[in-house]
């Protein structure tokens, strides 16, 4: 049975309960921080991202950040800034932004649900899965950047191809 079918029957589904019920299917880390917030540690590989996900009614917005942590020398940070974008312009249901001062890369994107609509248990499997594949694409591009001193454009030869693994 698809995880989908559980919740066929539901009158008042609640975004935050399906992803609950991904996260112990997949048996990922997770505390189910307030009734509109849930977050998770999924296993990567190059490392273990930090997922939140954080259902908005004033909007009818289901937000998912990815972050890991990233300290670059602060004199690598235009260069970070010029990878950013060449690496947002290859991101289609998403984008990246460093943040500064606490210091993590963070993918971002917002599942708008507007006129009472559900999103699917396949659909949130489907939008976790896509900002571990692009964090894992695009982490060692980072890495050259930030502490391999390449430019940015050749630090983008290594994210050429679609990472491939499973979140």
Not at 44 to 50: K, L, N, V
Request: hydrophobic share 45%.
């Amino acid at each position: 049975m698809a995880l989908s079918e559980d919740f066929l029957y539901a009158d008042d589904l609640h975004p935050i309960d399906v992803v609950e019920t991904l996260a112990e299917a997949h048996d990922w880390d997770f505390d189910r921080v307030t009734d509109d917030q849930i977050a998770m540690a999924v296993e990567g590989q190059w490392r273990t991202y930090s997922i939140t996900l954080a259902w908005s009614p004033v909007d009818e917005t289901l937000r998912l950040i990815s972050t890991f942590e990233m300290d670059p020398p602060a004199e690598r940070e235009s260069e970070l800034y010029d990878l950013l974008n060449r690496v947002n312009d290859q991101c289609w249901t998403g984008a990246f932004t460093f943040w500064n001062e606490q210091k993590l890369m963070v993918w971002r994107y917002g599942l708008v649900l507007s006129g009472g609509q559900v999103a699917s248990a396949d659909q949130i499997d489907r939008l976790i899965g896509a900002a571990v594949v692009a964090s894992e694409r695009f982490y060692p591009a980072f890495q050259l950047v930030a502490w391999g001193d390449q430019k940015a454009a050749r630090a983008m030869d290594v994210a050429i191809a679609e990472a491939y693994g499973r979140a």
